[in-house]
């Protein structure tokens, strides 16, 4: 399937001029060779404070994997300056609408199913049982935070509470969180994944809600819902849902992740708030933050449960649901419309509101004091994955990739609430870094090389940060990915009493002393811990055999050593001349012996250990 065309990318920079912003860019466009590719600098689009917005156009038939390593290099490079606080964004067809659908063809050989055929539409409900589910919960008492490009006043809004007083414009502080549909960017994408949500059926259109009674607070953030590295806006939107007491965080946008996103998502996951978010679109992994453990990952199915081949995929899916040419509240000139689209927005918007009816059966506060804090949104993946029905045909994908199944509504809700140990669940672990890290954001190589060391044996909240720093550091193999080598490895507890020089730590009160052939030299930037191992200025080839070292921190901050033979004295650092007595020698070889009183100059070199 042939991916949608990006038009180019937006760099934003704040506290500068619109000269000065182009400028910039112009810039950064040459530094990193995009101009020898085509792209060029039409200048700003948006002169308004306290943001600039500078338009770089692609070259024609520019893909989106091409688009999204423009916007990660210009990211990267105007980070790097101080003086500029830069985000850049690409501008791509994030949604498939109908007439790319049509020019994108089926979505897998074999499929057997015509995708373009007149379909229902309140299709969708159907296969999720929604009529068997209202039965039961309407969605009353509960509310959706709803974080996208705001909402207006379409007639299939009429009647629904959106709560626009309790809203946030982030884009134009001070104003309603109304989308202004300006045909740069998505228009009108807060308001088709809200109709699927709280949608009222009103002649001639023809969208229904997935949960009509419930409350939606609306927070612009973005004219664009591939938020690449725009995180500062998405957090403080995600704190403002949590503060204004939803239950239900619904994130129908997704780019790379940052850290302050990830806090954002964490202290709503803490506070018992349930996070779902979009998968991704054209893109071969995962995007944050549906990528984040704290986050239930959606994809995206067509009709009778079939993968949308759209849908971004991977591990860290936790469940399917319609999105594939779904009916959705629209505006075409102006006109409000309604008409079939496609994306994970659409399939996350729809399981948000599942979580909305699942709670309102229950009750939030009942079910708060039942399972506090991050315990809730545990218990409902538990709930909801539980009881998806496994109808989901992944055609050449991996079955595993599209999560626990397909979404069931009336299923979710006639299920008992866990209980014991089952509600002390833990949250979904990441996703691999092959899952998530496929070519259009780093080459496989650089991925496989995050599956090994540290990463794998450390926390999963370390490692998620671990695979955050290498996104962010490494652009893609056509800039160049590289690993950041701003501060020197640190040296091995195995290279322990290996170098062949001394080394004199600064400011703890021990001492060590080597006694290599040529251990009268001296490091010029003492390591931070000492003995060890090479210098970080002059590096030394690793001798045949270990020198006799002694070195020994306090015991409060002692570690154990492992790999060569080491003696220890400890000057006191009220007392130079006192000695504290050796530690053991880990090995008789060479032979250990008695020490005498620390000398004069406790950082002197011998040729060989203190005897008695």
């Known amino acids: 399937m042939n991916a949608p065309r990006s038009p180019g990318v937006v760099v934003e920079l704040t506290a500068v001029s619109a000269a000065e912003a182009t400028a910039a860019v112009e810039r950064a466009v040459a530094a990193i060779g995009l101009d020898a590719r085509g792209w060029r600098v039409t200048g700003p689009v948006d002169a308004g404070e306290p943001r600039r917005l500078v338009e770089v156009l692609a070259p024609a038939d520019t893909d989106m994997r091409r688009g999204w390593n423009a916007a990660h290099a210009l990211t990267a490079e105007l980070a790097a300056r101080p003086e500029f606080a830069a985000v850049a964004e690409a501008e791509l067809d994030h949604e498939l609408t109908e007439i790319d659908a049509r020019n994108a063809g089926e979505w897998h050989e074999g499929a057997g199913t015509d995708l373009f055929v007149d379909l229902p539409p309140r299709w969708h409900l159907d ?48 104003s309603p969180p109304i989308d202004p549909l300006n045909p740069f960017g998505q228009p009108g994408h807060g308001t088709a994944t809200s109709s699927l949500m709280v949608g009222r059926e009103r002649a001639p259109h023809r969208v229904v809600g997935l949960a009509p009674a419930v409350e939606v607070v609306p927070i612009r953030v973005t004219d664009s819902v591939v938020v690449s590295t725009w995180h500062a806006r998405l957090a403080r939107a995600i704190d403002h849902a949590v503060l204004r007491g939803c239950h239900v965080i619904s994130l129908s946008l997704g780019g790379l992740p940052g850290a302050r996103l990830r806090r954002a998502i964490e202290r709503a996951h803490a506070r018992g708030v349930i996070v779902v978010a979009a998968a991704g679109n054209f893109v071969q992994f995962v995007v944050w933050p549906a990528a984040y453990p704290e986050a239930l990952a959606i994809a995206a199915t067509g009709p009778e449960g079939q993968a949308w081949s759209g849908s971004s995929k991977g591990k860290s899916v936790a469940l399917s649901a319609p999105g594939h040419r779904v009916v959705v509240a629209d505006w075409q000139d102006g006109d409000p419309v309604t008409g079939p689209s496609s994306g994970t927005s659409y399939a996350t918007a729809l399981v948000a509101s599942a979580a909305a009816l699942w709670l309102a059966l229950h009750g939030p506060a009942a079910l708060r004091q039942r399972y506090p804090g991050a315990a809730l949104p545990r218990a409902f993946r538990r709930v909801l994955t539980g009881v998806a029905r496994p109808a989901v045909d992944p055609g050449p994908f991996p079955g595993a990739w599209f999560g626990a ?56 909240a370390e490692r998620a940060r671990g695979v955050e720093q290498r996104v962010r550091a490494g652009v893609s193999a056509l800039f160049g990915a590289r690993e950041d080598r701003a501060s020197p490895r640190p040296a091995s507890a195995s290279r322990c009493c290996s170098s062949s020089w001394s080394t004199t730590p600064i400011g703890p009160p021990w001492s060590t002393r080597c006694s290599g052939a040529r251990s009268s030299r001296r490091s010029r930037a003492a390591p931070r811990w000492p003995c060890a191992g090479r210098s970080p200025t002059r590096p030394r080839p690793l001798r045949a055999r270990a020198d006799a070292c002694e070195s020994s921190p306090p015991p409060n901050l002692r570690r154990p050593s492992t790999a060569r033979p080491c003696e220890s004295s400890y000057r006191s650092p009220s007392r130079s001349g006192s000695a504290r007595p050796p530690a053991r020698p ?10 005498g009183p620390a000398a004069a100059d406790p950082g002197a070199v011998r040729d060989r250990p203190e005897t008695a």
């Not at 509310?143 to 414009?169: C, E, Y």
């Not at 209980?419 to 496989?444: I, N, R």
């Open 586 to 595: 880990i090995r008789s070889d060479p032979p250990a012996v008695e020490p």
């Open 127 to 174: 296969e999720l049982h929604a009529d068997l589910a209202w039965q039961h919960s309407s969605g009353a008492g509960v509310r959706i935070g709803h974080p996208d490009s705001g909402t207006t006043a379409h007639p299939s809004l009429a009647g629904a509470a959106v709560l626009q007083a309790q809203g946030l414009n982030l884009m134009e502080p001070g």
């Open 405 to 460: 199944g397909l979404l069931d509504c009336a299923a979710l809700l006639q299920a008992p609430l866990p209980v014991g140990d089952e509600a002390t669940l833990l949250d979904a672990p990441p996703a691999s870094p092959e899952s998530m890290l496929v070519d259009a954001v780093l080459p496989l190589a650089y991925a496989r090389e995050l599956r090994s060391g540290p990463l794998e044996t450390a926390a999963p």
